[in-house]
């Protein structure tokens, strides 16, 4: 067993058991789960919606190369520089570059999976470059020295209670802070870094093709905020992240909204394409995207994972899921958690080291039925699951077990050998593992053989 799945299976049976946290997840996931109906109730055919949103994104991955060389010179004419970073080193490399050539000493940034991907923060601290989160969930997991808990409400285990205890702690406030309070209390201190910031650092939500630009959605203007203050901006972003069209976004803002959050649409949007233009008046003077790699390449040429490359992260699938709502978001030890993060971490970071997370499922199929853009999640767990035994990512004790239970299972004599009580104890006690944390197997007191007989033959 890996450290990381000896890990995982520590923090997992800890979470599991505390109530506190069960309270706090089921309260937040129950909000949304009572606002998402009002999203659903703009689409006429939601699965039509959800179907062409899957076709769009297939599209999109089948032509990447074209695609994004058509962003990439769309973009470029418009004065924007693109860089393709293979991996979370070379992103790095580029960042602290443009940071060191523009003397950056404080850096915004929104919110990004994918900066945490590459651990941009603890990079740059390293640097002497202080970066702030703008956004109030990450500006909270911040200060509380955590990474997100969730892809889309980073503070999503935290009550408005431990929120305030938090703020009184760092900033010296009242513990008994209204949210209202709390957030003008984060406004204030992020106004004053976007005025002294040099370099913005945002995500993409959507990467355009045909017109050369980004779009980023977000409910606090956060993002917008950061793009366009400082002289600097750089985007870093997936390369899965790319839509074909700006018409796309027709369908994609309000299915990212309503799957996300609950909204018909996101309060802010934005598209951005490039740095500010001659006879404009406001904007960044430069404009950096970075493509990143990082593996996905590794998930496009596996035609059954490839699927999971049209996810649009909008954290549908964390909320639906029983074991993300038992263990939480810091349990996996991963960037990505939830359904989505068990099926593509394995492949960005090593079947070996995650190859557990696949098997930590139950496989009711509930994170598929849920999803924005119809990704067949627990089929690709499963695959998951069938890659890391045929890469021999099995212990010997399991391979002999498995041996052993198929060769009873196809034996009729063997099956009928002895009654159930004592096929229930020669099983437990050999399955020792299994038992650890699951219910014990349970055989029928009489054997098939015995129950058809009494059946038909009276
Ligand atoms: S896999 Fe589907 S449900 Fe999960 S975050 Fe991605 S788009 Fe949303």
Redo the contacts with the bound molecule.
Sequence with gaps: MTDTSETFKAKSTIKSADLEHRHKINFNIGRYNAVVPHGKSQFTDLTLARERAKNIKWRALETLDQQLEQFEMKFTRKGGKVIWAKNAKEALDHIISICKEKNCKTLVKSKSMVTEEIHLNDFLKKNNIESIETDLGEYIQQLDGEPPYH?VTPAMHKSKEDVAKLFAEKFGTDPKLTPEELTLVARHKLREKYAGAEVGITGANFIISDIGAVAITENEGNARLSCAWPKTHIVIAGIEKVIPSITDLALFWPLLST?GTGQKITSYNTIVSGSRQTNETDGPEDMYVILLDNNRTTILANPKQRE?L?????????NACPVYKNIGGHAYGTTYS???GSVITPHLQGMEDFKHLSFASSLCGN?TE????K?N?HELLLENRSEAVNSGYVSFGEKTAWKIWKRASLSRSMMNMSNGNIKNRLVNNIFKGWKKHRGELHFSKKTFNELWRERFNG
Excluded: M, N
């Design positions: 892809i799957y999971s049209y996810c649009i992260r909008c954290g549908a699938c964390l939830g359904p989505i994170c849920v999803c924005a853009v990704i999640l």
